[in-house]
């Protein structure tokens, strides 16, 4: 293979053998039968064998190669718009060839645009299998894809009894054939195979690769927690004398979620290997007690401990909580963003880099160069899905040398029981399933934007009975300054229509020191309407604001929608959310507005979720290092997942060998990638 094709083979990932292999077919055609040219139907693929009666370059309307072939049932025409001589050559008056391609209605009759070509040579037969046609990119031809896999079958022996390393047991145990006779089945499938099935992959075949690509995300994601149990991390034993100090004096009791949380993070802190887990939770179900009861069980082993989050107002409100909490106690706590004064955050990493101040909050400042953590046991990583892999192994990275932090990440959009099994086997999941007492259940409507004006004297009605009221704009993802710039008019027309009440705006290009001046006038009540854009998706939280609108809500996100509902409904008083909608709707829009409008529980909000969005997009896979699933569907192919998690803690403990061959089968020295 010339270093040309290998370069342009690198581009869609196939760089080995065992890569060809696994580069199964999108679709089949069917060149296993003739169809006379009479009965070719507009609109359908087929395969037509005739002789070339006339063939010509004509420039008019423009230049391209038209062939008439006839049959003893009819002729079409066949027209290329981009062509080369060598097709011209084999299209010589008097040829018989073959032409496969859609059949449509032309000006001089029935014809093929761009149909593949064969030259027949006399007595040639028919192909006994479907013709697989495969991903591919510019300048990598189908017939050279076939070529080169049918070499690599060939070459890799996959009919070689060692290169299955699953036991023939459980493949009949779940109806899946052997892996020599899966992908000879993809490959080269029978005259007699079901078509459908094979298109909607269901296929017996596609099963056992669907199954044993599931089964080496679980090998690769159990390797690394074992992997990652093997390495050393400051032991942090429950000492209850912070902890227990700040549970006697909080006005609340933590609910039995909450305490069950508590517990596997505190036994998982005492062991010396570092902890990995994420605390996942419904909006309002009280993720930042836990944490901060965690940071204290650091501290009280004289260790540091750093809570890192996305926003600056998230950041802030985290560390205003923080201190209220845990200065009673005698706790101090170093405040970082990129928004404090030079003299203020020098102070700040100086008292951090002594081991003055054991807790640290902060944004990504945390993890800049400057910040130095010499005693740092644990990093709490909150909305852990909005940061990069690198951001949160720069966290990682801030610890003692030889010895890695216990990891914490925390996440409000609660992920589904398949994805936690699989894009998440690596980790250790507690899961908030309660809310705190006092919560109020939230309303939701859906109101069309013609109603607009209803929606202004809603928001009227209840400043006026001394409640608050958010106004979130929509999500204008090709530009930040058109978001910005509706925001503005926003907050503009609603000042001029309320002006017996006081509205503010907040927006990501507002300086942070403005930012938290707005967001404290409006916790302070001096503020009855804050217009906003997404900043103030997570975190946020007024118990006074107990109406939330949200504009354009059909171009949100369901995990976004419901993350911003949860900005209302934290006091006593009745909530309500008001989604406004702009018609016509997709059918998308429309699926995920009736979603958000029937169900208040985040876990099915979040299943609903999966089921629109697909995992890829809902864990974020490219920017979190997951690569995703090629082949398996975790909507489709649930009932693969628990066999395929089974039969790897068995293969990790009982078959090595195994496990290196799907890994090097599969992964190519990839597997770094599920690592963090």
Excluded at 454 to 483: N, T
Excluded at 646 to 674: C, F, H, I, K, S
């Amino acid at each position: 293979m010339g270093s040309q094709l290998a370069g342009q083979l690198a581009k869609i990932d196939l760089h080995r053998q065992e890569d060809l292999v696994l580069h199964l077919p999108l679709r089949y055609e069917d060149e296993t039968r003739l169809t006379p040219i009479a009965v070719a139907r507009p609109g359908f693929s087929a395969q037509v064998e005739g002789e070339v009666v006339s063939c010509e370059v004509t420039l008019r309307p423009r230049r391209q190669l038209l062939a008439r072939v006839s049959d003893a049932s009819g002729t079409l025409v066949a027209r290329w718009l981009n062509f080369y001589p060598s097709q011209q050559k084999q299209l010589a008056v008097g040829r018989r060839v073959r032409l496969f391609g859609e059949v449509r209605g032309g000006f001089f009759g029935d014809e093929m645009v761009h149909p593949r070509l064969h030259a027949v040579e006399p007595g040639e037969g028919l192909p006994e299998a479907l013709t697989p046609v495969y991903p591919t990119t510019a300048g990598v031809g189908q017939a050279t894809l076939r070529k080169l896999i049918d070499r690599a079958l060939q070459s890799v022996a996959v009919d070689d009894p060692r290169s299955d390393p699953v036991p023939p047991a459980v493949c009949a145990r779940l109806g899946l054939p052997g892996f020599a006779d899966a992908v000879c089945a993809l490959h080269h499938p029978a005259p007699d195979a079901d078509p459908a099935s094979l298109e909607n992959r269901e296929h017996p075949a596609w099963r056992r690769i669907k199954f044993e690509e599931l089964l080496v995300q679980q090998l690769s994601l159990r390797r690394a927690y074992n992997a990652r149990r093997a390495k050393g991390a400051a032991s942090l034993p429950a000492r209850s004398t912070l902890t227990r100090a700040l549970l006697e004096q909080l006005p609340f009791g933590l609910t039995g979620a909450q305490q069950r949380a508590v517990g596997e993070i505190a036994a998982d802190l005492a062991a010396a290997h570092p902890m990995q887990r994420l605390l996942q939770g419904d909006v309002g179900s009280g993720k930042t007690i836990v944490a901060a009861l965690a940071m204290l069980q650091a501290a009280e082993n004289g260790f540091q401990a750093a809570l890192m989050a996305p926003t600056e107002i998230l950041a802030e409100q985290h560390y205003r909580k923080l201190a209220a909490w845990l200065a009673p106690v005698g706790v101090d706590i170093a405040w970082l963003s990129g928004g404090r004064k030079k003299r203020e955050r020098e102070a700040e990493l100086g008292r951090l880099q002594r081991g003055e101040v054991l807790l640290a909050v902060g944004t990504h400042a945390l993890i800049e160069d400057p910040v130095v953590l010499p005693r740092l046991a644990l990093a709490v990583v909150d909305e852990q899905h909005r940061f990069g892999v690198r951001q949160r192994l720069a966290l990682r990275e801030k610890g003692q040398e030889g010895r890695r932090p216990h990891m914490l990440m925390m996440s409000a959009t609660p992920i589904p029981r398949t994805l936690a099994m699989t894009h998440y086997a690596d980790l250790d999941v507690s899961v908030l399933d309660e809310l705190p007492p006092g919560r109020t259940p939230i309303r939701t409507r859906l109101v069309s934007d013609a109603r607009r004006e209803e929606v202004i004297g809603r928001v009227r009605d209840a400043c006026l009975a001394g409640r608050q009221a958010y106004w979130v704009c929509p999500l204008i993802e090709e530009s930040e300054a058109l978001q910005l710039q509706t925001a503005v008019d926003t907050f503009e027309t609603l000042s001029g229509a309320l002006p017996e009440l006081r509205v503010g705006l907040i927006h990501g290009r507002l300086k942070p020191d403005e930012k938290a001046a707005a967001m404290a006038a409006f916790v302070a009540g001096e503020l009855q309407v804050l217009v906003a854009t997404t900043v103030i998706e997570v975190g946020v939280d007024v118990p006074n604001a107990s109406l939330m609108v949200i504009e354009h809500a059909e171009r949100f996100g369901l995990a976004q929608l419901h993350q911003l509902r949860g900005r209302v409904g934290r006091g006593t008083a009745e909530s309500v959310c008001i989604l406004i909608y702009a018609q016509p709707l997709s059918e998308n829009g429309r699926a995920r507005l009736k979603v958000i409008y029937e169900n208040t529980d985040g876990f099915v909000i979040a299943r609903e979720d999966l089921h629109i969005r697909g995992p890829g997009e809902f864990v974020g896979a490219r920017q979190s290092g997951v690569p995703l699933l090629r082949y398996a569907s975790l909507e489709n192919d649930v009932d693969l997942i628990e066999p395929a998690r089974a039969l790897a803690e068995t293969l990790l403990a009982t078959d090595p060998v195994a496990v290196e061959r799907l890994m090097a089968r599969w992964m190519g020295g990839r597997e770094g990638l599920l690592r963090a």
